[in-house]
């Protein structure tokens, strides 16, 4: 399903991903750990076919990434969901499922559980960002992709919203989906993800089947010191001058 052969990623003089290798076959579930800046996000973009590499190729299901058939079979969550604020959820919707050529009614009922259930007529632009965050979930997945990208989803959701997409998410793995999480917040994901790939400095580091540990295990069995997810330290504060 997915197959990255020696990706690098640049901007200028910066190496944002560096003869990045792996390959994912379908049904599998892969989380993408590692510190700001370690190369996650842009790895997620070359699979999402949002970016080219400099040098080495991406193919999802025997496709380039930027394909349209590879567009097709893939859906990105993305962190920030890309939506037209002066639409209303509904005008949303309704846009992506005629992109996709999938009919609207399914995918209003997606809504159904969540806090947008009785909001089709509220502007984008009026949501808070968790609602954002759920009607992204949905505008990129209504068309029911193999692969499932996600970045960061569960950020602004509460407690409930997380819940309920963790049971989304389980039921995608049943349906032998492959999916690529990438998160800070693993505990929601510790029992579901089959493999771990662990970045540092634009390189994948590690890369450990899950079979025998959970998530947690893996990453105090390979980095002690939790240094490769720990968030980058804010700048201390300039001494004030007397």
Known sequence: MIDVASA??????????????????????????????????????????????????????????????????????????????????????????????????????????????????????????????QLGLVAATLHDPALVLMDEPTNALDAAAVTALRETVRGWHAQQRTLVLCTHDLAWAEDLTDRLLVLEHGRILHDVRLEDETVTAALRRLDPTGALTRPDPAPAAEESVR
């Open 8 to 133: 690098t990623v640049r901007f200028g003089d910066h190496t944002a991903l560096s003869e990045a290798q792996f390959s994912a076959a379908e049904g599998e579930f892969v989380c993408l750990v590692g510190r700001n800046g370690s190369g996650k996000t842009t790895l997620l973009r070359l699979m999402a076919g949002l970016a080219e590499p400099g040098t080495g190729q991406v193919r999802i299901a025997g496709h380039a990434a930027t394909d349209l058939a590879a567009r097709t079979v893939r859906g990105f969550v993305q962190a920030d969901p890309p939506l037209y604020d002066y639409l209303t959820v509904r005008e949303q919707l309704s846009f992506v499922c005629r992109l996709h050529g999938v009919r609207l009614e399914p995918a209003l009922e997606r809504l159904r559980h969540t806090v947008l259930a009785d909001r089709h007529d509220a502007l984008v632009r009026e949501l808070s960002l968790g609602m954002r965050k």
